[in-house]
């Protein structure tokens, strides 16, 4: 039975489904977020544990259409929570093999820099300096004097702010410019902590990561018991910032330990039927987590040859970074357009049309912004060691 290190490194070192991943975790997250601003924030009540098996049995006992919509919101469940926090789990695996790749804190921080903030600005300059004027409901001249314009911002540096003076009021999810901007801090906390082992020299030595790997995964699992400084799900969909650069460690070890890891199908199958399992009753998010995680890292390491020959541009982040302002001004200027018509037509057009908008923007910040910028990673000090397949760490 192959192992992970040996499927790296029959891969050049790297995982060949991965460009699959990221790409599919960025459209569905896109046409979720396009399905609920459509229509509103038409969410169900946070869950509670058995929420779905007790609907399914008064759906079955003659329930009507309100029970069998939890039902669906509580199968439903556990993919949602799944969608960011596999993205965490996959750079975490992949940004480990970057990092030891380079083994240099400031460049692994540049590449960070290079493939982040140019794609960032160039979002948070459009939604504020083009979308913001043209959708709000503020003259003109309050609304660049507005404070909040100006905090706008910091969201190229990390400090969120989800609202533009008097953008998307009246929409039917309000005033949110872009929600998606939530998982900024813990990324940029990823990679601090990713970078504080490099300085250190733990990320390179087998053992001492481990060490560092279980004591923090023992931290994690009591803080969710006892749910303090926060529980681990921040909402009814999403897990906390905090989790999520959990998960993030949990790819960067399953990279360090690849070769202790096996790539079994059969295992694929146990631990996706376990998370599933886990966080639809709700009995441990940390174990969830990392059946999570091993599904991810397997899914990568397979092959999809039809998606790479449809592809080869590297869409995700722009899919992830300008959907959620493009849906909201499709619904801006389409919904009154569409006032009356039955909720499934503005369903698949404001769907459709955010998925098509948003595809032109990602596949355009990709050619002129996001390529460009990689492309400077050249004038960055060399590695101080040949990039490998798959350079284990010492014992």
């Given at each position: ?23 599919a975790l960025s459209l569905v997250i896109l046409l979720h977020h396009a399905s609920v601003l459509a229509v509103g924030g ?168 481990l060490a560092f790997f279980l004591a923090v995964s023992a931290g994690v699992a009591l803080t969710a018991s006892f749910g ?7 909402d009814t969909t999403r897990f906390a910032g905090w989790f999520l650069v959990y998960l993030f460690l949990v790819g960067v ?143």
């Amino acid at each position: 039975m192959m192992n992970l290190d040996a499927a790296l490194r029959e891969n050049d070192g790297k995982g060949p489904g991965f460009h699959f991943v990221r790409h599919a975790l960025s459209l569905v997250i896109l046409l979720h977020h396009a399905s609920v601003l459509a229509v509103g924030g038409e969410r169900a009540p946070a869950a509670t544990k058995g929420d779905a098996v007790a609907s399914l049995a008064m759906l079955l006992q003659g329930g009507d259409a309100v029970f069998l919509r939890q039902s669906i919101i509580e199968l439903l469940r556990p993919l949602l929570f799944s969608l960011v926090g596999a993205f965490f789990v996959l750079s975490g695996f992949l940004v480990a093999g970057s990092a030891f790749r380079t083994r240099d804190t400031r460049q692994f921080l540049t590449f960070r820099a290079l493939r982040i903030a140019p794609a960032l600005a160039s979002e948070v300059l459009l939604s504020a300096l083009v979308l913001g004027p043209l959708v709000t409901t503020s003259a003109l001249g309050a609304y660049f004097g507005d404070p909040q314009f100006y905090r706008y911002f910091g969201n190229i540096f990390g400090f969120v702010t989800y609202e533009l003076p008097g953008v998307f009021a009246d929409n039917p999810v309000p005033g949110l410019v872009n929600s998606n901007l939530w998982t900024l801090p813990p990324e940029f906390y990823c990679y601090l902590v990713l970078s504080a082992l490099i300085a250190s020299g733990l990320l390179f030595t087998r053992k001492g990561f481990l060490a560092f790997f279980l004591a923090v995964s023992a931290g994690v699992a009591l803080t969710a018991s006892f749910g303090w400084p926060a529980p681990t799900r921040l909402d009814t969909t999403r897990f906390a910032g905090w989790f999520l650069v959990y998960l993030f460690l949990v790819g960067v070890a399953l990279w360090i330990l690849a070769a202790h890891v096996r790539l079994d199908k059969r295992l694929f199958i146990l631990f996706g039927g376990l998370y599933v399992l886990l966080m639809a009753t709700k009995t441990s998010d940390v174990l969830a987590g990392l059946c999570l995680a091993y599904c991810v890292v397997y899914v990568g390491m397979l092959r999809f040859p039809w998606f790479d020959r449809l592809l080869k541009a590297d869409l995700s982040y722009g899919l992830y970074l300008y959907g959620y302002p493009i849906t909201q001004a499709l619904v801006f200027f389409l919904l009154p357009h569409l006032d009356g018509a039955p909720k499934g037509v503005r369903l698949a057009a404001i769907m459709s049309l955010a998925l098509a908008a948003t595809l032109i923007f990602a596949a355009a910040s990709w050619t002129f912004i996001e390529k460009p910028a990689l492309r400077l990673k050249r004038f960055v000090l060399p590695p101080r060691r040949a990039a490998t397949p798959n350079l284990a760490p010492a014992e």
